[in-house]
């Protein structure tokens, strides 16, 4: 049995406690998009094989061989020929390592039959360390927010590769994104924080003040939320905006190059959109209400005119992966 299985981006909005303000760490909010994909095969083999993955970088590579070997030991699984037929751009802020890394397992699990549970999947990804988003788009789809880990008495934080999480962080809301919303992403020449750079970035920029925490709290959860509830575009632009301008996400575009932070700022500018970086950066998003215009030609000049690789337009995607027998 030959499996092929899709994965899709998400957009990381914001990071919550990174204070120890409240009884839980960490958290997020983030949704999911239709594209780029993360397009992986798999059928049952004598021995590992990996084909197509050199297009990823050493480390991640170390991470899919330590993941190979933790599914063999704790599933049972057979080996099986692996092959990446198309990835995410890494460390750009799309989700990538997350997507990989739970795509191989559901893969892997999926062409040996094993019916491996949300649990035993996020257990063995070592994934949701921070926020629960990449899994919870994984796995639902649609924007979502988590509730962190337990407060454990500690203002050190570390990213999501940086701790090993007893348990994934629990999602707290799920809603569609309005399916005519319209994402525009964007790829400046910016910092693309990985490894120990992205520990050390964490480091030097956390804990948060209880100020900035609490309204970064309150304006996901009585503005993201209910801008997604609602479909309202304008109260996703001022919310964004805001977020934006305070607490961790305001860290992460204010240490991000010129370049960034400039065409951030000529796309804050544009009508009736709302405008944000996804995680760390350099990825930027510009979205519009798709029955008013789609404006993907406009967008494209004006990442040409910024030196920025212009990704494409793409839809919100309110489900999960795909995994298709073939």
């Given at each position: 049995m030959n499996v092929l299985l899709t994965a899709y981006p998400r957009l990381h909005l914001t990071l919550l406690d990174l204070g120890g303000i409240t009884p839980r760490k960490y958290g997020g909010a983030g949704l999911t998009l239709a594209g780029p994909t993360l397009r992986l095969s798999a059928k049952q083999d004598e021995r590992w094989k990996l084909v197509g993955f050199d297009r990823l970088d050493a480390e991640s590579r170390r991470e899919i061989t330590d993941l190979l070997r933790r599914l063999t030991d704790s599933l049972l699984c057979h080996p099986a020929r692996?092959?990446?037929?198309?990835?995410?751009p890494q460390?750009?802020?799309?989700?990538?390592?997350?997507?990989?890394?739970?795509?191989?397992?559901?893969?892997?699990?999926?062409?040996?039959?094993?019916?491996?549970?949300?649990?035993?999947?996020?257990?063995?990804?070592?994934?949701?360390?921070?926020?629960?988003?990449?899994?919870?788009?994984?796995?639902?789809?649609?924007?979502v927010t988590d509730a962190g880990h337990p407060y454990d008495g500690t203002k050190r934080f570390l990213p999501s590769h940086g701790r090993k999480p007893q348990h994934a962080p629990p999602l707290i809301c799920r809603l569609p994104t309005p399916p005519y919303w319209r994402f525009h992403l964007?790829?400046?020449?910016?910092?693309?924080?990985?490894?120990?750079?992205?520990?050390?970035?964490?480091?030097h920029h956390t804990p948060l003040p209880e100020s900035e925490v609490l309204s970064a709290i309150a304006l996901v959860y009585h503005g993201l939320a209910p801008a997604i509830a609602t479909s309202d575009l304008q109260l996703l632009h001022s919310s964004l905006q805001h977020i934006h301008n305070i607490g961790f996400k305001s860290r992460e575009l204010k240490s991000q190059s010129p370049a960034v932070r400039d065409l951030y700022l000529k796309l804050s500018r544009e009508p009736a959109v709302a405008v944000g970086m996804s995680s760390l950066?350099?990825?930027?998003?510009?979205?519009e209400d798709g029955r008013v215009a789609i404006r993907s030609a406009h967008f494209e000049a004006l990442a040409q005119a910024a030196g920025s690789t212009y990704l494409g337009c793409y839809k919100p995607r309110n489900q999960g992966h795909r995994v298709s027998h073939i």
């Amino acid at each position: 049995m030959n499996v092929l299985l899709t994965a899709y981006p998400r957009l990381h909005l914001t990071l919550l406690d990174l204070g120890g303000i409240t009884p839980r760490k960490y958290g997020g909010a983030g949704l999911t998009l239709a594209g780029p994909t993360l397009r992986l095969s798999a059928k049952q083999d004598e021995r590992w094989k990996l084909v197509g993955f050199d297009r990823l970088d050493a480390e991640s590579r170390r991470e899919i061989t330590d993941l190979l070997r933790r599914l063999t030991d704790s599933l049972l699984c057979h080996p099986a020929r692996l092959e990446l037929l198309q990835a995410l751009p890494q460390h750009v802020g799309l989700g990538s390592k997350t997507a990989t890394l739970l795509s191989i397992i559901r893969a892997v699990t999926a062409v040996n039959g094993h019916a491996a549970s949300r649990a035993e999947t996020v257990n063995i990804s070592g994934r949701g360390g921070a926020s629960g988003v990449g899994v919870a788009t994984f796995f639902r789809g649609g924007f979502v927010t988590d509730a962190g880990h337990p407060y454990d008495g500690t203002k050190r934080f570390l990213p999501s590769h940086g701790r090993k999480p007893q348990h994934a962080p629990p999602l707290i809301c799920r809603l569609p994104t309005p399916p005519y919303w319209r994402f525009h992403l964007f790829l400046p020449a910016g910092y693309r924080l990985a490894g120990e750079s992205e520990v050390t970035f964490f480091q030097h920029h956390t804990p948060l003040p209880e100020s900035e925490v609490l309204s970064a709290i309150a304006l996901v959860y009585h503005g993201l939320a209910p801008a997604i509830a609602t479909s309202d575009l304008q109260l996703l632009h001022s919310s964004l905006q805001h977020i934006h301008n305070i607490g961790f996400k305001s860290r992460e575009l204010k240490s991000q190059s010129p370049a960034v932070r400039d065409l951030y700022l000529k796309l804050s500018r544009e009508p009736a959109v709302a405008v944000g970086m996804s995680s760390l950066g350099p990825v930027l998003y510009c979205v519009e209400d798709g029955r008013v215009a789609i404006r993907s030609a406009h967008f494209e000049a004006l990442a040409q005119a910024a030196g920025s690789t212009y990704l494409g337009c793409y839809k919100p995607r309110n489900q999960g992966h795909r995994v298709s027998h073939i």
